[in-house]
């Protein structure tokens, strides 16, 4: 269950303004990858350059590069400890927060990141609901190279259809040095039993399903923002 409501912005960036209310002055901020996490970043710029005080702490080398160059200051894990909340974008959300994320390529560093966090705020557009996990086709796997020949066979095994992501001709790498399968896959009627048969798998570093670890997701629809919280126990 999630409780909804509706927020009003004229604003361009609304969602990221919205997200920006969220942020209390001297926190720890998770900064995630992708293009909504771009614009709250950029956001989060402007307040830090208005007086904001805040440490960033990014999921990967673009959005470093994007906060430096901003002039947020910037932290590691040992140095903030805990986050206290993380902004970041998703690929699907279905109707109870979980997601699927890691088409940017970065979900391996954005799941640490979250898992060390307090609170973990998703911002997407309308597109990205989906009634089931899976509906857009296509689950990203991060695999260490040594092991790509195996977690292809096993990822075949299990119904996916995995398929080396490219970039300029070349195998696509992430910022941790692995590669990724896109996994063609149907909807997933288990995503957390799926989630765990697939890190069974020797050579696999981590999928782009995260489970159970939103606490609220801001979409945007129009010039409306609408707030959606997971129920907690």
Known sequence: MTRELSIRSRSVSSI?????????????IGLGTGRAAAAFVEALGAAV???????GVPTSMATGDLATRLGIPLASLDEVGQIDVTFDGA?????????????GGAMVREKIVAASSRRLV???GAEK?????GSHGKLPV???????????????ELGCRP?????????????????ILDCSISPIQDASAFEQAIVSI????????????????????????????????
Request: aromatic share 4%; net charge positive; glycine share 12%.
């Open 16 to 28: 990221a303004s919205r997200a920006l209310e969220i942020v209390k002055d001297g926190e720890a």
């Open 49 to 55: 350059r208005g007086g904001l005080r805040v440490r």
């Open 91 to 103: 690929d699907e959300v279905d109707p109870k927060l979980d997601l699927i994320k890691g088409y």
């Open 122 to 124: 998703i911002l997407v």
């Open 129 to 133: 609901l989906v009634p089931v996990l």
């Open 142 to 156: 991060e695999v260490v190279p040594f092991g790509l020949p195996l977690c292809r066979r096993r990822l075949t």
């Open 163 to 179: 398929a080396v992501r490219m970039m300029n001709g070349r195998a696509y790498l992430t910022d941790n040095g692995n590669q």
């Open 202 to 233: 020797p050579g696999v570093v981590g999928t782009g399903l995260f489970i159970g670890m939103a606490d609220t997701v801001l979409v945007q629809d129009g010039e409306s923002v609408v707030e959606r919280r997971r129920a907690r126990p």
